[in-house]
């Protein structure tokens, strides 16, 4: 008997219970493009945070972390210059500094990060202007909404795994797919894990699905 998949994103994906553990509210009504070269991206929600306050952010070239922040801003019209294939939390790519040195980049972030990209890139040189333009806030659930035994559970960023825990408690028959090596620092210990093979809600379905199968 197949395993019942959880997907933790807001995302729906065929295959997967959807159970979202993060809603995203805007904390800001503008965006200060005064002092900036190239804007900056780690998420399709800040890209979406972003168009929804200014399109004009459109006018501006971006570095995009991540394929799916690539895709989202290719698809409402922003440029691409630059998309590091191996730019993930702590994995900061040596390109980003050799490219960039001498520019002003503005990265538009939530409230709430995992790691502090400003302070390591300024060591390289790198100035890096921060805008907080949305915030995430954890959706509540009741008991009776915990995934049942033996459920494979994707977290999808160190925020789904904090929102999981202040609702649930875990059961040991649990798995959990993680989207990254960041995010699985954020996963206690005693949690059994497998960490997906590519950082992308579709490379965690893939490892899910395979083990469900």
Known sequence: MSQLIYLLSPLNKEGTLSLPMISFSLVTDKIDFSKVDILMFTSKQAVDSANEIDTSWKDYPCIAIGSATKKKIESLGGKVIYAPKDFYAE???????????????????????????????????VVLEEQIIYETSCVKYTREDKPQKNAIII???????????????????????????????????????????????????????????
Request: charged content about 25%; hydrophobic content about 35%.
């Open 91 to 125: 994995i900061l790519s040596q390109d980003i500094v050799n490219k960039f040195a001498h520019k002003k980049l503005l990265y538009l972030r939530p409230k709430e990060v995992s790691f502090d990209s400003k302070a390591y890139l300024e060591k390289h040189g």
């Open 155 to 213: 977290f999808t960023s160190p925020s789904t795994i904090k929102c999981f825990f202040e609702n649930f408690e875990w059961d040991e028959s649990y798995l959990a797919v993680i989207i990254g090596k960041s995010t699985k620092n954020h996963l206690p210990e005693y949690c059994k894990c497998i960490v997906s093979d590519f950082p992308s809600i579709n490379a965690c379905m893939e490892k899910a699905l395979f083990i469900s199968s």
